[in-house]
């Protein structure tokens, strides 16, 4: 038996319990030493991966993955520019593009910029405004040194409704939401850090009116104001729902604050489009280059529970490839890459993990267009991945599912599967695509995002 | 110094095993539970903060987060088992047989519960009863063989 205090509680050991709980709290402390500790220890397991893992060309793209991702670009083009005909002036044409990158977290915890595949000289003779569909989502950052503006070839910056803009202040928007009983008239500004919706509304037209609104959901639309020191919009573009909060009442709630959720949750906009005046010949538009694919040798290795695959991926470079990385065959994805080092990297399955993802989804029903969502890997068994959407939404219908905008390093379009929802949960259903051993690649993207 | 350099180089190995005998084999991870179980009981005291962070380097690169998050993880059950080393008389098997049922028990809730920190570790599944007398079963003696063979008999404690 052993006897001591020093023995039966080891000072030592809940000291490094206590250093592990802070270094959680502040992920960065660490890593830097974790990195080349893994490097180390990974050495073994690269050696094995480059001896075992078979050098092969990379293979051509995929052409189911590739023609899936030509419908989706089709489809998605067409729901971009749907219902928004009658409320533009005429002689405007679409600029469709693909977001690249978001910005860091502002209102409502959620990301005010978005960065886009076409650079700023490009959009010059663009309209501010940025729409999806009949939603109006927010505005081209403005040619501003003080607000940091890039050089003409770099990507261009959008500002989302909610977005508070240092140094200039907010894109107020004039607005207004029928209820019952009367038009209601008042003006959308970025709400604060901790509301729970990214936009107030302030500026009431009929403060009594305001307060006796009941319920939530009412839609919101942009109004035409008068000498509107910002600019003029057009009238009747969707801004989101209203959303009442008060204190609870006997019949209704006594509201305190009104705010609007946006028509789109910003983590989950994988496209936006810009309007500029209509060119009598279409001039082949120079465009940013899209995410560059790196080859890479992949080895499947068994992890214990609750991982069931890992894989160990060795580059021909040196190069440190990106930790949220794709890793595709052709342009369908099967993992992400977690960890990585000089010429080295370990990747996952895609799905397998908590993250929260931003998808598309392409329904079957040709006239249904491509659904936007946020939605987080959960665990089923190990021959499915399931992702749960974050909005409560209805069931979605059965179709291919493709990542959406997840970083410059996760481009959107990349065919995931296809996805059956599961009757009792809601949840999609996807049955991955079969990995071997052998050539694949990663994609890695132009940071963006300060 | 090399019990130490075996120790770093072979963790990684040793959790690959762990995941091909869960695959193949039985079904809870019982190499983990085991190496948790060497720790908490037999492991010398003051060679714990150095075992627990090479296992739990090991461990990120397999199952995905911050080593921190599985020092954290493999950490909290063998802080909660040194102190019972005082009542595990001459390590009697049914003790042994407990302990490894409280391991199959507290490592899964631990990852889940850490894992909300972590988006990288994926969701564990709930533990079934099954599981726990696998684990009740096959981990005394895969500790066994964990404090029979090197590296880790060379941390083990001179008392036991």
Known sequence: MIRGGRRLFPVSLYAMLLAALCC????????????????????????????MAEPKATPALDRTAAASADVLQRRLHRAAVADIAGLLPPGLEPVVCAVVDRGEIDAAGLPSALWLDRTVAETADCLDIVTYGDALLGFLA?????LGAAGQGAPVRVDLLHAARPGRGPRRVPCAVQTSATLLRFVAEPAGRIDRWPLRGTLF?????????DHSGDPVRTTALAGDPLGALPAGLRVGTLQVWGYPGREHPLPIGL????????????????????????????????????????LAVPAPPPATERWVLTASSREVLPRGAALVRGAAVFGVVE??????????????SRQLWSLLLLPDAPELPPIELLARGVRRDSAHLCFRSEAARGPLPAGLLFTGANGPHCPPGLLIGRAVPDGASGDLVVAPMP??????????????AP | VIAWLLWFFLSLP??????????????????????????????????LPGLLLCAALARSVLVGGDAALHVLILGMPVSALVPLRLVFYRRHLLWQCTAASFLAVTVPKATAFLGRFAEAVPDAPPVSWSQILWAACAVPPATWVLRSIPPLSLFRESAE
């Open chain 1, 24 to 51: 959680i709290a502040a992920p960065d402390l660490a890593r830097p030493v974790q990195g080349w500790c893994l490097w180390v220890l990974c050495l073994p397991l690269r050696t094995w991966a480059v001896l």
């Open chain 1, 142 to 146: 403005p040619a501003d040194a003080a």
């Open chain 1, 205 to 213: 037209e009929q403060p009594y009116a305001a307060s006796r609104l």
């Open chain 1, 259 to 298: 705010y609007v959720q946006p028509a789109l949750d910003p983590r989950a906009i994988s496209a936006v489009v810009l309007w500029r005046p209509r060119r009598p010949v279409e001039a082949p538009a120079p465009r940013l280059a899209a995410a560059e694919q790196r080859s890479v040798q992949l």
């Open chain 1, 339 to 352: 960890q990585s080092g000089p010429g080295f990297a370990l990747a996952a399955p895609f799905g397998r």
């Open chain 1, 435 to 448: 990995v071997y051993d052998g050539a694949f690649a990663v994609c890695i993207g132009r940071e963006v």
């Open chain 2, 14 to 47: 040793l959790f690959l095993l762990d995941g091909w005998l869960v695959q193949e084999v039985w079904p809870v991870p019982s190499l983990t539970f085991a190496l948790c179980m060497f720790l908490g009981l037999y492991a010398r005291p003051s060679a």
